[in-house]
């Protein structure tokens, strides 16, 4: 029984691949992963916080609640 073996095919020469695109490209994704991580940051903050605790009822995610205040 004859054996088959596997031919290695010729090597192709090609430019390599630029390193300014690949330093693009990594500043891109850097600053698109620092916005999404920053924003889940904030978002998680406002939603577990409760900022709105009648300081600033502009900033939270729950409604304001009333002021109540006291009777006399």
Known sequence: ???????????VAREA?????????YRVVALLLLVLVTGAVVWL???????????DPGIGLSPAR???TAAR
Do not use: I, N, Q, Y
Request: hydrophobic share 45%; no cysteine; charged share 25%.
């Open 66 to 68: 009333p002021t109540v």
């Open 17 to 25: 691949p630029s390193r300014l695109a690949a330093a693009w490209r």
């Open 45 to 55: 903050f406002l939603k577990f916080s409760d900022v709105t605790g009648g300081e």
């Open 1 to 11: 029984m004859a054996r088959e073996s596997w031919v290695r095919p010729p090597v």
